[in-house]
């Protein structure tokens, strides 16, 4: 059974189907990572539901995301079941208590949670290019607008920054391409483009102010719980990238921002990734480099990461060697694909004698998983077949109003509530092309002084003497003036007698005036 130094995750099995031994998560190993994998129904959510119900326990926070919304029931009291309390019986659970646990609501959205917002600034040309999945060239000219961001003292904080940056950089383009190398309007127009499509999908919620502060997901309560942020992600996950890229933000910002810890009683901090193939679908080669970079770094800063995921292909060979605890629910074995899921699962366990493990992942029921863990000196226990517990809190999701009333009582409630829209990149570049403006005009205006028309005959050509006398008209002249030219040009385009008889009459009129 386990203690304040583990996790208890269920009993395993001998051949006969009768109880072995209790299964453990050793606290020390929490931050050495981990995998959750298995086919949809085989019980991946419980498995996720219970380890973050022990990691709280321990007093140790929790991040995860609820793709269904099943797992928001871990803020309500379990209630007792037949299957529940059948399942606490098989694997020895005694006493079997039910617990409510602290939870904190996050929303990308702000529609079930508290807002989530991040910068433009903090999220990088990196992640943004693969958010917006920009080609080589553009995401060249998104380096470039963070470097002159940079340069200029020019704040991105908020979608309509960038928007102004780079409608800035496009009205420059022939100066920054002297500087930084080619830079197109074409181009600049393209990714201008991606960003209102992103802006129409909701991404704009995202960026902005305030921005997630770090310690508010790394909470502990009175009693000593560490306190389980869910982001829901059920609306989330109608944009898988920004989903993925968001979660691969936060995980950077942890590594960034935690100090270095070695290898702690517990960890500081774990985070669950749900949906892990989203991640690296389609990444660029620096992006999924930029992954492994911090899973294999951020175990010395306290934080445990764990991959929740249907197949384990969908996890790089470089990210798969990291992950220390392994819970493998069953697999479906159809197709070529499915077969080589099963052979990587099996040949990534610690071998038992007593059972062939690729068999074995084909057959497991609902709520059964191959088992194994890192024990003493961290070197990974033999793979056991285990009946996972059953959980303290809720199994399945929370109703609308009792999630309404969590949010309201968070210890973060009215700190991201309302959006902070200071001064940035965007009025920065509004003030400088305003100034631009008016210097223009007074230049105009100026210009305008020194060269001004006059027409002759309606006293504007003889500017006044001292005294307020205007100056004499000067002597008449038998050359054309710019007026009487002009009018000459019209009688001759002009086709009838009339019409010329008309004009020559105005013209003698004028002569005469003068």
Known sequence: MADETSI????????????????????????????????????????????????????????????KGDLSGIAMMGKAQDFLVRRAEQVKLDPYDFQEFPVIFWDLF?????????????????????????SEAQEGIMNIAFRIADEDGLLLLDMKDLQALLANIAERAEEISSRYGNVTKPSVGAIQRTLLVLEQQGAANFFGEPAL?????????????GAISVLAADKLMMNPRLYATFLLWLMSELFEELPEVGDPDKPKLVFFFDEAHLLFDEAPKVLIDRVEQVVRLIRSKGVGVYFVTQNPLDIPEKVLAQLGNRVQHALRAYTPREQQAVRTAAETFRPNPDFDCATSITQLGTGEALVSTLEAKGVPSMVQRTLIRPPSSRLGPIT????????????????????IDRESAFEMLQKKAKGAQEADEQAQQAGSGRTRWTIPGFGNDTPPQSGGRRAPAPRPSNRQTVAEAAIKAV???VGSSV????????????????
């Open 110 to 134: 702000g529609e079930q949670g508290h807002p989530i917002r991040a910068t433009v600034s903090e999220m990088g040309p990196l992640l943004l290019s693969r958010l917006m999945n920009l």
């Open 400 to 419: 609308v109003d009792e999630r309404r009333k969590l949010i309201d009582q968070s210890p973060v409630a009215g700190q991201y509530d309302q959006t």
């Open 491 to 493: 009688v001759r385009s």
């Open 499 to 514: 019409g010329r008889a008309i004009v020559r009459g105005i013209l003698g009129s004028l002569s005469r005036g003068r």
């Open 213 to 225: 502060r770090i310690a508010d997901i790394m909470r502990t309560t009175r009693d000593g719980r």
């Open 8 to 67: 208890f995750l269920g009993a395993s099995r001998k051949p006969d189907d009768s109880y072995q031994r209790a299964e453990q998560l050793l606290l020390q190993y929490g931050n050495r990572h981990g995998l959750i994998t298995g086919a949809t129904g085989t019980g991946k959510t419980v498995s996720l539901q219970i380890l973050a119900e022990g990691f709280s326990n321990a007093g140790v926070p929790v991040f995860c995301a609820d793709i």
